[in-house]
């Protein structure tokens, strides 16, 4: 197992599992999941509110490049907060948080809302673990010292822009 791509994170989630990704952006990290075929099924969260170059011409990029896997694919065009009421607590085998992290996944709030609905054995994850996002290293230690979970690391070793940045992970 290759564990210098971002996407390698998937491999710690039960084969045949469902997911989700709070932030899709152009849906290239999406679409490298789904490659891989280890989820049943994975939702994307990104409400393209034109914040960022997160506009509706990066919403059409990320839904035609997603297309092609629609049986086993939704994008929700919508905020993380408006999504939660959709899934029950312990409903996802996987959740990745790449959000906003300029306001350190918004204090931390995403992560809290999120962990509920992961089942236990479930991968919680996350990118921008890097001293360039002095706010979700502070959020997500502060989460992870709170549940009493061990942090992991993948140092991403792609020349790509959306992988810049290490990936952390927890286990439930």
Not at 117 to 125: N, S, W
Request: include cysteine.
């Amino acid at each position: 197992m290759n564990m210098l791509k971002r996407e390698s994170v998937i491999f710690h989630a039960r084969k045949g599992g469902v997911g989700i990704e709070l932030g899709v952006a152009e849906g290239i990290f999406s679409e490298r999941i789904m490659k891989l075929g280890q989820l049943s099924f994975l939702y994307g969260v990104d409400m393209y509110a034109g914040d960022r170059g997160h506009d509706i011409n990066q919403y059409k990029s990320a839904f035609m490049r997603l297309d092609k896997y629609r049986e086993k694919y939704a994008l929700l065009k919508m905020k993380f907060d408006e999504a939660l009421d959709m899934f029950p607590d312990e409903y996802f085998d996987f959740i990745y948080v790449d959000g906003y992290a300029h306001t350190g996944e918004e204090e931390g709030k995403t992560l809290h809302d999120w962990f509920p609905k992961l089942k236990v054995g479930g991968v919680f994850a996350g990118d921008d673990y890097h001293a360039d996002w002095p706010k979700v290293i502070s959020v997500v230690d502060s989460f992870i010292k709170k549940n009493s979970l061990k942090l992991n690391l993948i140092e991403c070793h792609e020349p790509i822009p959306y992988c810049e940045y290490p990936t952390w992970y927890v286990i439930k």
